[in-house]
């Protein structure tokens, strides 16, 4: 386990103490965040104790305490105080749904590092998941067995860099149909997920000439941990209720999530879109648009793509993570065709291609007709959790405001005068796991993100009730 502070750990830690004393707590710790977040400090790193760093910095223990305090209730550190505070491997979605009464494996190897006895988890509402148990597994099975059956040899060879034809081609029908993306198969590139997509635009970016990218506050931490770990600055840009106003940065990508804002849950609204696509044109920019969950929507009009609004200036990309499994590593990316050669370049130069035997798969479920009933199945099953959920927060506990909860797998809960730190060690005695609003940036309102797909009505009742006792004693 390392042991020590790297250099570029401090240099992010000394302009918040340049900052006006006030605002110096507020600096330090979101310094601190981002460096656990985007990985700076290392998972596992040990932090100095909080009398030395303080006597380093020139500030008071108090503060230091207070900071760490702050992020060990968010998740960014663990350990006891006197017992030595580390760097948590935050990033981390949950795991499968606990069983009442047991510890998730999360929390069991939290329990582990920091060396504490902590309450068990019985209900874990953190967000990042499906519902891994809808997989089809014999309908994905026996595709998969027609699919080894019917290659030729030479399909078991390396692919094209972009993705298998079929693929593509199935692709550029599915996410114009689904989601009014313009896609031709010559503009889609198969990848591992929205994280290799991300990671392979920021490198392109990077390559000719970008420094930075837009992230959204709040915004998801994968966002600026791939900006940051490909090499270019992730630029946090409050989102508010109008979506993020890029005029005023300095910057010429923005990577954001229109059709189903992470986490607020917020649709960016038709005049944010277009001045989006405007922005991008007069800054001769590109626009990263992930639509991570954009399949889900349960009592709203469908919200296309912003790819279609200008297909020059957005890059589209998603995958099948939320609608049949995150392990299949399979997304998409559908770019600007200037971007075409130095996207597939530089896929070719990651990994050569994807895996190919997958890809025929999907391919055969998409055409088949397999994945609209697919996600015409989870639709309804989210759809009733969902409801649920509204329905238990309604009951037990009435004066919490939910939100975010028309599209997508996850709401937003605020409470009025709620202190999220104080209320998520509450919860935590109490059993239930919660991922605070902090968590997703500094822009952001006190409030709870519940992750619920992932969880059955029952399950998604009893935490709530759960919950409430805990807020209530
Ligand atoms: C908003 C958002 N986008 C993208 C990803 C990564 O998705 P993928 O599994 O497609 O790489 C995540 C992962 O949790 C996410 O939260």
């Known amino acids: 386990m390392e042991d020590s502070w790297t250099s570029p750990a401090w240099e992010l830690l000394l302009p918040a103490l340049r900052a006006p004393r006030r605002q110096r707590r507020r600096l330090l710790e979101s310094a601190l965040r981002d460096a656990v977040r985007t990985g700076v400090i290392a998972a596992g790193t040990r932090l100095p104790a909080s009398r030395a760093l303080a006597a380093d910095l020139g500030v008071s223990r108090g503060l230091v305490t207070g900071v760490y305090d702050q992020l060990r209730a968010e998740g960014y550190l663990a350990g006891r105080p006197g017992a030595g505070t580390y760097a948590a491997g935050g990033l981390a979605p949950p795991g499968p749904e606990p069983r009442p009464g047991a510890a998730s494996g999360t929390a069991a190897a939290a329990g582990r590092a920091d060396g504490a006895a902590r309450p068990a988890v019985r209900f874990d509402f953190r967000p990042g998941q499906a519902d891994p148990r809808l997989f089809p597994r014999a309908g994905w099975g026996s595709l998969y067995r027609q699919v080894l059956a019917g290659a030729p040899d030479s399909a078991l060879s390396y692919g094209d860099s972009r993705g298998v034809p079929e693929l593509r081609a199935a692709l550029a029908e599915v996410l114009a149909r689904r989601r009014g993306v313009v896609a031709d198969p010559d503009r889609i590139i198969v990848c591992g997920g929205v994280a290799q997509a991300v990671s392979l635009l920021t490198r392109v970016l990077g ?90 929507r349960y009592d709203r009009a469908p919200v296309g793509a912003l790819q279609g609004l200008a297909p020059d200036r957005v890059a589209y990309t998603g995958s099948v993570s939320k609608s049949l499994a995150s392990g299949l590593r399979l997304g998409w990316l559908v770019v600007p065709q200037r971007l075409v050669p ?32 697919h996600l015409r199945r989870c639709q309804r099953i989210y759809r009733a959790r969902r409801d649920s959920l509204v329905a238990a927060v309604g009951r037990y506990l009435p004066a919490a405001r939910i939100t975010g909860v028309a599209a997508g797998l996850h709401a937003v809960l605020t409470l009025p005068g709620g202190d999220e730190v104080a209320l998520a060690d509450a919860a935590r005695r109490g059993g239930v796991r919660l991922r605070g609003l902090r968590h997703y940036g500094s822009a952001a309102a006190p409030g709870f993100v519940f992750g619920y797909a992932h969880l059955t009505p029952d399950t998604i009742t009893a935490g709530i009730a759960a919950l409430a006792a805990a807020w209530r004693d």
């Open 342 to 373: 130095a996207i597939v370049e530089r896929k070719r130069a990651d990994d050569l291609c994807g895996p190919v035997l997958e890809q025929r798969t999907l391919a055969a479920f998409l055409t088949s007709g397999r994945y609209d009933a």
């Open 207 to 296: 390559a000719a000439g970008h420094g930075t990218i837009a992230v959204e506050d709040p915004g998801a931490p994968e966002h600026a941990m791939l900006v940051g770990t490909n090499g270019l600055r992730p630029l946090a840009v409050p989102v508010g209720d109008a979506g993020p106003d890029l005029s005023a940065v300095a910057t010429r990508a923005a990577l954001v999530t229109p059709a189903h804002q992470f986490p607020t849950g917020i649709a960016y609204p038709p005049e944010v879109r277009s001045r989006l696509v405007a922005w991008a044109s007069t800054v001769d920019g590109l626009v990263i648009e992930d639509d991570y969950d954009g399949d889900f």
